[in-house]
């Protein structure tokens, strides 16, 4: 018996933690694909859970067993009713069915939308859902089994289910299934799990010596032991505390979530690993687990709190890896403490259910603070570090417990204790962080530096801030006084950072928007007495930055001239009244700079547009999906119109609605050019403006250093060649560190019949600008103009960037391999004399290539200098099939090694390399 009802904790937990990414992946679309769409689903989630709980616990205080088992068996219909409704009635016919019409429009409120659509998509089936955790173990003190005096081990069984699901979706079933037939795979899983739980009904409706075939007699909803009959009801104070112990692991879940893909590295799915954390703690907590536990976790949370602590202050950057581990760490240790205090203090089974509805409740209020509140009442993610404050409230007081309860003497003198010692815990750091101003500090680091050969930072590190947050954990056994000093650094950090070379922070549904200011000199010819460079000038810049993606850069101020135009310089006067003019005359802050310079992907594709056909497009319309800094505005002339299409407001508002802080709008349209802004989801808009046609259609909408899947599916490829005219060109931007897209547009291109040509540019060396990548894509290759689908891309293609052209000249004429064998030594001129006998016109043409860059020159360099760009034909991998709307397999072309070492040993294919 406890092996069916463990059975059916186990897939009751699997379907509701498949089900959360399989729903939040179908939602995405409908939001750009923001990262805070998974913040509004757990909210929604943890919302129905509390729903799911407090219906178990009404039930269950029913007085006859069977009353509760009949009454389920109706509600265990409601889903497969609403499954039947969707699948005749939703557009995709599936049982789970997302309704576009929900979307959120200009001015609506994104969180509102999420749970608009959630509610009719999966409402019904997850509340039910939900409910089996609790009440299956209520019925299961019913059965009369020996082990239902404490059935709490079936709570470790759920957990281990949801865990296996959550690990599980990414690796084998998001891979191998499309989105439609995994919604038909959880309808028919949750059938199947109805049965499971009616059968557990009829268990606990006919307990152990109580034949199924005789007549159920109204009894008490629980046959309780002599000491859970006389246990009081829990007490208020008792269930803040379940409630606060519940809080703030979910809090922490998705603080440090929100935390590590904006401020750390923005890598696609990052989200699993402190949800399946979470799910671990929970595992552990409820389990049978040595006493001396609970002594280890109350003294290993607080140092690994003090250790992030210290990251979080110092400016120590130990790497990409080490940082997410130990902020992942860090929220393990703190979730598994609270989380063993919870499950320590649990009631009799009598109260079970009461129980799990506080402990949802504090989950709830975690998931509301960081989902809802934070967004509104911080510019930054301080709702992380502020619940890292309150973690340190929940740290066991062991020392307390052994002593006893002391007097009130005792107690005062403590309370006033803990007042004073954290403000002169503050006082004294404050003051460390203003001692590098005094040279006697100075000196005394640099001396001590010397004498242990290590460098003066790491000297001043150690006095600054290591040695205030170790003194921290002398006050642990104080659990108010440790939260207290912990709160006194971390204020005071986060006070300096706020005095720094940020100008503006705006926060809004999908993320932290920041204006900061940066410098760049650069060097002159000359030198002062000690040799070193004298700057000849420098550009001071704003940059948009959402975490660590940068949407864009404008030169704010600008000294003396750039070096880029010191050649003009001449020795006629004549000249150079010319050249100053020119000068004077140049504006910077017209410059596109980062990912939209003149001289990379973008400033080509502008150029091939405003060429082609005579001139005919130069002043055609234009669109670009993504904002940023309306950097693509600098392209814009006097007569054209260009349109954005923009989800978030907070960055229309930052860039286009004011010049504070960004003026390539304003100086667009001072040139005469017409602007248009498009607020909301980038397919959504595109398919109602039917009557548009585009010349050029750019996509470069970030979320999560990535371009939104829903963006770069073949859906959306084929609604942007709807959009645009029949010559249009049509750019993607591609740049990632962590998914190689290449092959999914090149896949993408070869099922629409496009031409694609991608130019990965890594060049930086121009003040402002940034390397990026970026596909163009077009009906016919002449589209693309003489310069972006040149033939000598095919050079590149077949050979390779790398190769030389007296290489490919061995292999198209298999008959120069020897001759040039012969004379080693006079390759260029055997070359030569080989193609200047040959009259064809393609032996001309290579003649005229030698000559030009040399035999020795290499594919790539001679595309580059003969049409001034970079664009090759994008490479097809057979292994990496187009995105669709159905499926996308992202984790196939992501190139993190460990994730890469796990599809391998579970035989998944790996197609790309970094």
């Given amino acids: 018996m406890p092996l069916l009802f463990a059975v059916t904790m186990f897939v009751s937990a699997s379907l509701l933690f498949m089900v959360q990414p399989m729903v939040a992946k179908a939602v995405l679309p409908l939001l750009g694909g923001s990262p805070a769409v998974w913040n509004g689903c757990m909210v929604f989630f943890q919302a129905l859970l509390l729903l799911g709980y407090l219906y178990a616990d009404r039930l269950t205080r029913r007085t006859s067993t069977s009353e509760q088992w009949a009454i389920h068996l109706v509600v265990l219909a409601l889903p497969v009713i609403a499954f039947v409704l969707a699948a005749l009635f939703s557009s995709k016919h599936t049982p789970i069915a997302v309704i576009e019409a929900l979307a959120p429009n200009e001015g609506s409120s994104p969180i509102v939308s999420v749970l608009a659509i959630l509610t009719v998509a999966i409402g019904i089936p997850f509340f039910v859902c939900s409910t089996t955790a609790t009440l299956l173990q209520k019925w299961f003190t019913y059965t009369g089994h020996p082990s239902a005096r404490d059935p709490y081990f079936l709570y470790a069984a759920s957990n281990f289910g949801s865990l296996i699901s959550l690990l599980g979706y990414p690796f084998f079933i998001e891979p191998y299934m499309a989105q439609g037939a995994q919604t038909w795979f959880w309808a028919v899983g949750f059938i199947a799990l109805a049965g499971l739980i009616a059968l557990c009904g009829k268990a606990a409706a006919n307990p152990l010596g109580v034949p199924p075939t005789a007549k159920i007699v109204e009894k008490p909803a629980a046959p309780v032991t002599a000491r859970a009959a006389g246990e009081p009801p829990p007490s208020w104070a008792r269930m803040a505390k379940w409630t ?23 890598i696609p799915l990052l989200w699993v690993g402190p949800l399946a954390l979470y799910l671990v703690t929970f595992i552990i907590a409820f389990s049978r687990v040595p006493a001396w536990f609970r002594i280890l976790i109350g003294n290993l949370a607080p140092v690994m709190i003090l250790l992030l602590v210290f990251l979080l202050i110092s400016g120590v950057n130990p790497g990409v890896g080490l940082s997410l581990l130990l902020h992942l760490l860090t929220f393990f240790a703190a979730a598994l403490m609270c989380h063993y205090e919870l499950a320590r203090d649990r009631p009799s089974p009598q109260h079970l259910t009461t129980y799990f509805l506080v402990m949802s409740f504090g989950g709830v209020l975690g998931g509301i603070f960081n989902s809802l509140l934070a967004p509104i009442l911080f510019t930054d993610d301080y709702e992380y570090k502020l619940v890292l404050i309150v973690s340190c409230l929940m740290v066991p007081r062991l020392a307390a417990e052994e002593e006893g309860d002391p007097n009130y003497s005792t107690r005062r003198t403590g309370l006033i204790l803990d007042i004073v010692i954290p403000g002169l815990v503050a006082l004294a750091f404050w003051q ?18 010397r004498s242990l050969e290590i460098s003066d930072n790491t000297i001043h590190v150690i006095f600054s801030f290591a040695l205030p947050v170790m003194v921290c954990f002398f006050f642990v056994d104080r659990p108010l006084r440790f939260a207290l000093c912990v709160g006194a650094i971390l204020g005071i ?8 070379d940020v100008v503006r922070t705006e926060r809004s549904f999908f993320g932290i928007l920041k204006i900061d200011k940066e410098e760049t000199y650069f060097e002159s010819s000359f030198k002062d ?30 000294s003396n001239r750039p070096k880029d135009l010191l050649f003009m310089s001449t020795l006629d006067p004549w000249n150079n009244i010319a050249v100053t003019g020119t000068l004077t005359n140049f504006n910077m802050r017209e410059e596109p700079l980062t990912y939209y310079h003149r001289t990379g992907p973008v400033g080509a594709i502008f150029s091939e547009l405003r060429t082609r056909k005579g001139g005919a497009d130069a002043r055609s319309h234009v669109a670009m999906v993504g904002l940023g800094t309306g950097s693509v505005s600098c392209y814009a002339v006097k007569g054209q119109k260009l349109t954005f299409y923009e989800i978030d407001p907070a960055v229309k508002r930052l860039v286009a609605d004011t010049d504070e802080y960004f003026t390539y709008v304003t100086d667009a349209r001072t040139r005469g050019a017409e602007l248009d802004f498009r607020l909301g989801d980038a397919r959504l808009k595109l398919k109602e403006d039917v009557d548009r046609k585009y010349s050029l259609l750019l996509v470069d909408a970030f979320s999560s250093d990535s371009i939104p899947v829903h963006l770069l599916t073949t859906e959306a490829v084929q609604l942007y060649l709807d959009r645009l005219t029949d010559d249009g060109i049509l750019a993607l931007h591609i740049s990632n560190k962590y998914v190689k897209l290449e092959p999914v547009v090149a896949a993408i291109a070869e099922k629409h019949n496009l031409v694609a040509r991608v130019w990965a540019d890594d060049a930086e060396g121009r003040p402002g600008k940034t390397g990026s990548s970026w596909v163009v894509l077009a009906r016919k290759t002449e589209d693309l103009g003489d310069r972006i689908g040149s033939p000598l891309a095919e050079l590149v293609d077949t050979y390779g960037s790398g190769a030389q052209l007296v290489r490919v000249l061995r292999v198209i004429y298999p008959e120069l391999g020897p001759i040039l064998d012969r004379s080693p030594l006079k390759q260029q001129d055997v070359v030569l004399e080989y193609l200047d006998k040959r009259t064809d016109a393609q032996s001309q043409q290579y003649a005229a290539l030698v000559r030009k860059h040399t035999a020795f020159a290499t594919t790539m360099t001679v595309l580059q200098e003969e049409t001034g760009f970079g664009f090759r034909s994008v490479e097809l991998n057979p292994d990496v099939p187009a995105w669709t709307d159905d499926f996308a397999d992202v984790m196939r072309v992501m190139m993190i090694p460990e994730l890469q070492a796990v599809r391998k040993f579970f035989g998944l294919k790996t197609p790309v390399e970094r």
């Avoid at 460390?432 to 640099?446: C, P």
């Avoid at 986060?494 to 720094?500: D, I, K, M, Y």
């Avoid at 460079?533 to 949407?551: D, K, Q």
């Fill in 244 to 266: 606060a112990l519940a809080f703030v692991p979910s809090s922490l879940m998705l603080g440090v979530t929100f935390h590590m893909t904006t401020d750390i590295a923005s």
């Fill in 432 to 449: 460390l962080q203003k001692a590098g101003g005094f040279q006697t500090y100075v000196n005394a680091v640099r001396g001590l530096a």
């Fill in 493 to 500: 950090s986060v006070a300096r950072e706020n005095n720094r």
């Fill in 529 to 558: 007495p000690d040799g070193k460079p004298i700057y000849g000038g420098g550009f001071e810049y704003l940059r948009l930055v959402h975490g660590t993606t940068l949407h864009g850069t404008q030169a704010k101020k600008l």
